[in-house]
């Protein structure tokens, strides 16, 4: 008899459980699922996210796990879709999001974003001009990066990117190595990546000219994640930046800078992205 009791309260308070899920859809469980876009190769993502994501589980007392995408699409698609609790993404991903799906924007990294064109350290290649008829790497079409690079191309003397091929790769570090090994004259890659390569990699390119300056990547929480968890989020982020010299290094060691509030201004200077952005979409899905 009480071992029927047992199970018949424990039945009971599974269905008030369940009732208070499908009541309050935003009540989250105890994993979070912390959203990093596919910009690095899974093991160079994973080596520098890692100790945030450590640090934030040890700070909101969760269990967080890191999860990606195959392409950029597929992260788009997902994070639309709360596949992700919290999300590191592009900041034009990021401007849409909050546009269409009233995804909030935290916080961006202080660095601006620039990209970087590169070739090799013996190429002919002078100036973008030259870059007609050849082999142009970029990452993934929908990054911001290729896309500002491909602005760059239309905006050169002779508008050169109907004349050239472009090869698109699955990220940044994989179009510098393309380049270095050959399989590209030129590419782009987010700045400052190049000095973080390999020796055999970095030694052997040259910077044949940068884009202008964006807001770097940005940090968004899914329309579903309560403003008090948003809170506790932004908190712990803060304050790890304010602590030791060992827990600064956290954020600063994923080579983006500090992780600062988001302005109004940020998002005025990413509008004009993202009509080509929808453009870019389009062509993904048909």
């Not at 967080?64 to 609790?85: H, I, L, Q, T, W």
């Not at 994640?225 to 948003?230: A, F, K, T």
């Not at 004009?272 to 979409?281: A, D, E, G």
Request: overall charge positive; aromatic content about 6%.
């Amino acid at each position: 008899m009480k071992l029927f009791l047992f199970l018949f309260l424990l039945f009971c308070a599974q269905l008030t459980q369940a009732a208070e899920v499908n009541q309050n859809p935003k009540k989250l469980n105890k994993v979070l699922r912390l959203g990093l876009l596919p910009y690095l190769s899974p093991n160079m993502l994973h080596r520098k996210w890692r100790p945030l994501a450590d640090y934030l589980q040890k700070s909101l007392g969760r269990r967080v796990v890191m999860v990606s995408a195959p392409n950029f699409s597929s992260y788009v698609n997902r994070a639309e879709s709360g596949k992700y609790d919290f999300y590191m993404t592009a900041p034009h991903f990021a401007v849409r999001d909050s546009i269409l799906n009233d995804a909030t924007v935290l916080m961006r990294f202080s660095n601006d974003l620039q990209g970087d064109v590169v070739v090799t350290k013996d190429s002919d290649i002078k100036e973008i001009k030259d870059l007609k008829n050849k082999v142009f790497a970029t990452p993934d079409k929908l990054a911001i990066i290729t896309l500002i690079g491909e602005k760059l191309l239309k905006n050169s003397e002779i508008d050169i990117l109907d004349s050239i091929r472009v090869n698109h790769l699955p990220s940044h570090n994989a179009v510098l190595l393309a380049v270095s090994e050959g399989r590209a004259d030129a590419g782009i890659a987010v700045g400052g990546l190049i000095r973080r390569m390999p020796p055999k990699v970095n030694n052997n390119l040259r910077v044949l000219k940068r884009t202008e300056l964006h807001p770097h990547a940005m940090i968004v929480a899914h329309s579903r994640i309560p403003n008090s968890e948003i809170e506790l989020f932004k908190k712990s982020i803060f304050d790890l930046q304010k602590g030791t010299e060992k827990l600064k290094s956290i954020v600063r060691d994923i080579g983006f800078g500090n992780l600062i509030p988001v302005t109004e201004q940020d998002i005025k200077r990413l509008r004009p992205i993202l009509p080509l952005l929808t453009t870019k979409i389009k062509n993904v899905e048909n």
